[in-house]
């Protein structure tokens, strides 16, 4: 079950990363709390805890998205991209969303993302 849901979480993440890059930093940000939500919402405390584990996505984003985005521009400061740091982007995110549930002595749900964690990472 946990393989299935992070592969496909992984997934989501690459294809919106990859329309993300022609956009501003802004909608960039906007596209990738989305997605993460998305991803989060597939832990099965989400749906008691719905309101709470989009808090911990929307706030571990709010502290990590900006140390993983950048704007690559061309020559005169013209053609600009976004690159976002995806993988370090991710690492922040669940690192962050673990530490607030810690300190929040949400038990399960700690366990649940470190989890997820440990799949989209280690591949377990």
Not at 73 to 79: E, P, T
């Amino acid at each position: 079950m946990g393989s299935r849901y992070s592969l496909g979480g992984l997934l989501v993440l690459l294809v919106v990363g990859f329309f993300v890059r022609m956009s501003h930093r802004h909608s960039a940000g906007e596209e990738y709390l989305a997605a993460s939500k998305e991803l989060v919402s597939e832990i099965p405390s989400h749906k008691a805890h719905a309101e709470y584990v989009d808090w911990l996505v929307t706030q571990a984003h709010d502290q990590c998205f900006d140390d993983s985005y950048t704007e690559e521009f061309g020559r005169r400061g013209r053609g600009g991209k976004v690159v976002v740091d995806e993988y370090g982007y991710l690492s922040d995110l669940f690192s962050n969303m673990i530490r607030q549930a810690e300190t929040d002595r949400e038990a399960e749900i700690v366990a649940e993302l470190t989890k997820l964690k440990q799949e989209m990472f280690d591949g377990s």
